[in-house]
């Protein structure tokens, strides 16, 4: 029976119950040092002086490191992402730094890194260096950070400005001009974090005798860290070694290459002689890993008295935090998410990127999009309104039609080509999602009755896209083994989302084997040489594509060299269950055996012969696959409290053909949960000085299992055209929805049109739903 | 100073400093890495432990103080090499875990509550839960795994 | 977030642990649960140079009512023991009922009730219970001992009536006066966390069917716990309606300083208050005799 498609339980789990699968944390090795960092206290400060001394002297500390003693190896990292083709366009490239050298940008830039005996000491150690700062007025502010006499977070620089972009097609100002109504609004979206539930860490050891590095590291792109490493080591890459082990969590951020931690453990594992280790501790997640979402939007659409948009303008500001390093993937994705299921047939849209005495910003499941989907949905929002039109129908007016696909939106995405939808059929997904949360009869019955009762019950109903399976390209390597297994190696790494069991059902397709004799190694760079990483949703697209290449590859191998051996036609020939079998007949090869001979160790063979039962395959997909979806929930909120309780939540979700339901319904449902912590719990807190105020588990919240609901899922399927296996990505679509749904459903329950108040930022939270409600 | 440990039913003799976590003293003296740490501040629930018998903290103890308790990590869930529990089961089943940081403290959690309650409803599975954070599955398909066990 | 170093003392006799303390003075904290402390060591926030681990003076590890009905509670009395206590939850069901909103059981399996009170987190929900049952703290010192009431142990933000050399080694609970009926009531975040505004009421129906007891108290309500005696007073002699539930719950929410929090305007915590407050007075009075 084919795996492909089944909801099969995973491969990788049966370690990670035991507690026997390796983290980052949980390398040891003999000789190792504890590195721990002194970091900025200060949003906004010169480094005047440094006095290292009495931490040097401290037993068990083996080396202090300051921005003076890297000497040449001090240098910004690179940038990650250069900016996109989009002419007339503005961009400051301003890339972290590994440690502060004249001044901070944000509070917990490194300063100096302690290496001790243990993290203790390091700590310990941290704590004698003494730093004289002259703190300097900070920036946090988007509006108030591109004043003109606003502090520059870079000297250099004439403003804060990091970038402008400008993307336009139609005619927004006849549009305006025509319509019959144009709504214009600011909205605002503010800062979180994804706080996986293992921080970043790094462990690097240099092997002197074999001439090599191996680090381990919780990147979500080992391939491009091995990389850049070895070029600012000044080694060749096969000279190093990057392993990402098991990934507790990535979400982004783990995306994020070469942090100031990342490229100094390796360094001074090089200089000392001795392996080292870095854990994040919590405290410090808060402050060194990136961030996302702060962002303003004035926004405007231009409606026609049916209700079809004619155009939408939209001017926005975006926090990049202190450096750019990820370039504008995160507003370009805004930008162009905004655009979502419908027909606008004039867009405007021009966004300033903002340097701020904050915490760098790069993308973030979601990455933007969902400030794309909050301004759209609203404007819908308050234009059914307006307009006197149902929720659901206005979208429906303005959907895509099925028969328009390929769908060009005339803009360029993060992938700088441009963005194209290629398959989609919105109609179903809604029809589907409002028979399932049953939108009629919830207005029609369920609503007044509950309001009878004093009870403040509301729906939500929203849609969206999501840009997936974006390039380059990723590769694998299938092998049939000696032993009968089938291994499979990809240059990304997984952080949870299955893909020794998803690439497993991938390649067990084509080869006929249990997914359990499917060995999958993935993140380490020994394994396999050529990849790009895990983000934007593209893991299942592009190397599931690639593995399904090789598998096809080296099933025609097997058939091939079965034929040879048994001297009959391929055609005759069954490849199942491990083995190859001579159809009608008793005649069968087991893999392993047919791997040894493919694999002659004496004699002649015919010129050209490849040894082995393998392939490696490499799959670029020449752009993006768009999965689309809507979501939809009811929630109750206690008037008095403004604590909302969800009582039920319906997704329905097109990602194309589905290669694992089981899995696909978890990426659903933490996606979900993270979007609701997006939406009513999380919000980062800062105070005028750029100090963060809840910089802990305690302060910042992320949801439990009593915040987030039994979810309902639904699917429709248009597979992608794009690659072979018709998949588009799933990892960010729970997410990408959740805050205009709240705001939606919020405004419903509460009865607030009817007393023109109007959601239109996020995070909430029951006091700030309080401040906009009772005008606190 | 030297301590004796009772882990997983094995004395453990090292010597450590007070400031030792007991966290700190699975992971890194014992080589116990299943119990994960997530946080440091007892709030996330990746390090927790049963201390005679009772879910608690890992990183809010110190190594010292549990000496002459019986401390028990996901380690000594597993009836024999190779194979998982009943609840570990459950997970595998109900893809109730995916990165896999957070489980090794869930699966302590509720090891304890289902030996209490073997059979609870949803409601109980989810306030239960409550007091460990997972940001991978949003939880429905560990409260799945946990009703599987329930209803076996 | 590795805690700094410290001596480690684990006495065994209380007379131990109270000469350490008058030895060391300030340097020193007691270690009971650590729930609070040891994160707080763990951020480095609290660096004490000797901890004196409280956890093997068994004589603190004491639970039970005397003749008189007091509730003895010693300073290593675990939250777990407490909440699992059939004759706690009787007699004091003001009390199991505030437990069930502290933390997660993974935090009761250690947490004490006495650590609790020593931290003063006025966003707790156990001082403003103690306040709510009138609970007198024994606070003892090598050679001497001193009983306080819990309206005059909480100084202010973690600041407690507690000298450097004093220890806080019992909580004592008197009866509740027979008839009364107690309700706890909190709006927080998430389950387990602290309150943005907590509500313990004591309330009793007199002869004549009227109020002839009342005490207000509230967590997240000011820089310490925080009693309402005003509004208290002024249900003494009302009919426990709603109408007089909502005149108290007005003059609470004066006498209330909320401090405001990453989570809650001071503003939105007095409305709460005012939302809380009369929800916790009618189902008080629907539990008083």
């Known amino acids: 029976m084919t795996s492909f498609g089944r909801p099969l339980t995973r491969n990788e789990d049966p370690r990670l119950l035991r507690g026997e699968a390796l983290f980052v944390d949980d390398v040891e090795l003999p000789g190792l040092l504890h590195a721990a960092f002194l970091r900025s206290p200060h949003a906004h400060a010169r480094l005047l002086a440094i006095d290292t001394a009495a931490a040097r002297a401290r037993p068990g500390v083996v080396a202090v490191v300051t921005a003076a003693d890297l000497g040449e190896y001090w240098q910004p990292g690179p940038l990650l992402v250069p900016p996109p083709p989009v002419p007339g ?17 944000h509070v917990g830039e490194p300063v100096a890194m302690v290496l001790a005996e243990s993290r203790y000491l390091a700590e310990d150690a941290v704590a004698d260096i003494l730093v004289d700062w002259e703190s300097l007025p900070a920036v946090g502010d988007l509006e108030a950070a591109l004043a003109a006499d606003a502090p520059l977070v870079h000297d250099d620089l004439t403003s804060n400005v990091a970038a402008r972009v400008h993307q336009a097609r139609g005619d927004y100002a006849a549009a305006a001009r025509a319509a019959h109504l144009v709504l214009k609004r600011r909205f605002t979206y503010d800062r979180g974090a994804s706080i996986p539930m293992e921080t970043r860490g790094i462990v690097a050891d240099w092997d002197r005798r074999a001439d090599r590095l191996t680090v381990w590291d919780t990147t979500q792109a080992p391939v491009v860290i091995r990389n850049g490493l070895a070029a600012m080591l000044g080694l060749s890459e096969r000279q190093v070694r990057v392993v990402a082990p098991n990934i507790g969590g990535g979400f982004g951020p783990k995306m994020m290459m070469f942090y100031p931690e990342e490229v100094l453990v390796p360094w001074a594992a090089l200089r000392l002689g001795r392996p080292v280790k870095w854990i994040e501790d919590r405290l410090e997640h808060f402050f060194a890993t990136t961030h996302e979402r702060s962002q303003i939007h004035d926004a405007e659409i231009a409606l026609d008295a049916q209700g079809k948009i004619l155009g939408v303008r939209d001017v926005f500001l975006h926090d990049t935090g202190a450096y750019d390093p990820y370039g504008l993937t995160v507003p370009l994705n805004s930008q162009c998410t905004l655009l979502g299921c419908y027909v606008v047939p004039a867009y405007d849209s021009a966004f300033t990127a903002v340097f701020t005495n904050r915490t760098l910003v790069t993308p973030y499941r979601g990455a933007g999009r969902q400030h794309g989907v909050f301004v759209m949905e609203r404007l819908l929002d308050l234009a059914a309104r307006a307009l006197g039109i149902d929720r659901a129908e206005i979208r429906r007016r303005n959907f895509i039609p099925a028969d328009a696909f390929p769908f060009d939106q005339g803009v360029i995405y993060q992938d700088f080509s441009r963005l194209s939808y290629d398959s989609g059929d919105y109609e179903p997904i809604l ?8 939108y009629d009869d919830f207005l029609a019955r369920v609503q007044p009755t ?17 840009g997936t399976g974006i390039g380059p390209y990723e590769g694998a390597r299938v092998q049939v083994q000696g032993s009968g297994k089938v291994s499979l190696a990809t240059g990304i790494g997984s952080q949870g989302q299955g893909h020794a069991t998803a690439f497993a059902q991938v390649v067990a397709e084509q080869i006929g084997v249990d997914i359990r004799d499917v060995e999958v190694v993935t993140g380490d760079t020994d394994q396999f040489q050529w990849g790009v990483g895990t983000f934007a949703s593209r893991g299942a697209v592009v190397a599931g594509s690639a593995a399904h290449e090789a598998a096809k590859v080296v099933r025609a191998k097997i058939l091939r060299t079965a034929a040879a051996h048994f001297e009959c036609a391929e055609a005759d020939l069954v490849l199942a269950d491990g083995a190859v079998t001579v159809a009608g007949t008793d005649r069968r090869i087991a893999l392993g055996a047919l791997a040894g001979l493919a694999n002659p160790m004496r004699g002649a063979v015919t010129p050209g012969t490849e040894p082995g039962l393998e392939a490696t395959r490499y799959f670029g997909p020449a752009s993006g696959a768009t999965a689309s979806g809507v979501h939809a929930m009811i929630l109750e909120i206690d008037r008095a409290t403004l604590r909302p309780t969800i009582l039920d939540y319906v997704v329905v979700h097109d990602c194309g053909t589905v290669i694992n339901p089981l899995i696909l319904a978890g990426q659903i449902h933490g996606g979900v949960a993270q979007g609701i912590g997006n939406a009513f719990f999380e919000k980062l807190a800062w105070d005028s000085e750029g100090q963060l105020l809840n910089a802990s588990l305690a302060d910042y919240l992320i949801p439990t299992a009593l915040d987030v609901p039994r979810m309902r899922l639904e699917h429709t399927v248009t597979p992608s055209p794009l690659n072979p296996l018709g998949v588009k990505g799933a990892g960010e679509a729970g997410a990408i929805p959740v805050g205009a749904l709240f705001a939606q459903a919020i405004e419903d329950a509460l009865g607030l049109p009817a007393r023109d108040i109007e959601i239109r930022e996020m995070p909430l939270s029951p006091s700030r739903l309080w401040e906009i409600t009772e005008g606190g | 100073m030297k301590i004796t440990l009772r882990v997983n039913g094995t004395d453990h003799v090292r010597e450590v400093e007070p400031r030792l976590l007991l966290s700190d003293f699975l992971r890194h003296e014992i080589g116990l890495t299943g119990t994960h740490v997530g946080c440091e501040h007892g709030v996330c629930g ?30 000594s869930l597993s009836p024999g090499p190779g194979r998982l529990d009943a609840l570990q089961q459950a997970f595998q089943d109900s893809h109730a875990l995916q990165c896999g940081y957070c489980t090794p403290g869930i699966l302590m959690t509720l090891t304890a509550f289902l030996a209490e309650n073997p059979h609870p409803d949803e409601a109980a599975v989810r306030e239960a839960l409550s007091g460990n954070l997972c940001r991978c599955t949003g939880y429905q398909h560990i409260v799945d795994a946990v009703l599987r066990v329930a209803a076996a | 977030m590795k805690p700094a170093a410290f001596d480690w003392h684990a006495p065994t006799l209380l007379a131990e642990a109270l000469a350490l303390k008058a030895g060391h003075g300030e340097a020193a904290r007691f270690l009971a649960g650590g729930q609070s402390l040891v994160p707080a060591m763990n951020f480095r926030v609290a660096q004490p140079a000797v901890l004196i681990d409280l956890n093997r003076v068994a004589v603190l590890d004491h639970l039970g009512f005397e003749e008189d009905g007091t509730l003895a509670i010693g300073a290593l009395c675990r939250y777990r023991r407490l909440e699992r206590d059939a004759e706690v939850a009787r007699r004091l069901p003001l009390l199991a009922e505030a437990l069930a909103e502290v933390a997660h059981p993974q935090i009761r399996t250690r947490g004490t009730l006495g650590g609790n009170l020593c931290h003063a987190d006025p966003a707790s929900e156990m001082p403003a219970v103690m306040l709510a049952l009138e609970a007198r703290l024994v606070l003892r010192r090598a050679g001497g001992i001193r009983q306080v009431a819990a309206a005059e142990f909480f100084l202010g933000p973690l600041a407690t009536a507690l000298a450097e050399d004093e220890m806080l080694a019992e909580i004592r609970i008197p009866p509740l006066p027979p008839g009364s009926g107690t309700a706890f009531l909190e709006v927080a975040r998430r389950r387990g966390d602290y309150a943005m505004m907590g509500v313990a009421v004591v309330l009793r129906r007199g002869p004549d069917g009227r109020c002839d007891l009342a005490r207000i108290a509230l967590c997240s309500a000011g820089p310490t716990p ?17 109408a007089a539930f909502a005149a108290a719950a007005a003059l609470a929410v004066q006498e209330i300083a909320p401090m405001g929090s990453v989570q809650a305007s001071p503003a939105y915590q007095r409305h709460l208050a005012g939302v809380l407050l009369p929800r916790a007075l009618a189902r008080a009075a629907e539990r008083a005799a």
Do not use: N
């Open chain 3, 226 to 242: 925080m009693a309402a005696p005003r509004a208290a007073a002024a249900l003494l002699g009302q009919a426990l309606e709603p």
């Open chain 1, 431 to 438: 029809d589907k999602a409002l028979a399932a949360i049953g």
């Open chain 1, 450 to 466: 509950a309001r009878a009762e004093g009870r403040a019950l509301g729906i939500g109903l929203v849609c969206y896209v999501e």
């Open chain 2, 46 to 75: 990746a390090c927790t432990i049963l201390w005679d018998g009772e879910p608690a903290r890992a990183c809010l103890a110190f190594a010292v103080q549990a000496e002459g308790h019986e401390i028990r990590t996901v380690e």
């Open chain 1, 89 to 105: 366009m503005e961009f400051h490239q301003r890339c972290q730094v590994p440690l502060v050298r004249d001044k901070a940008r």
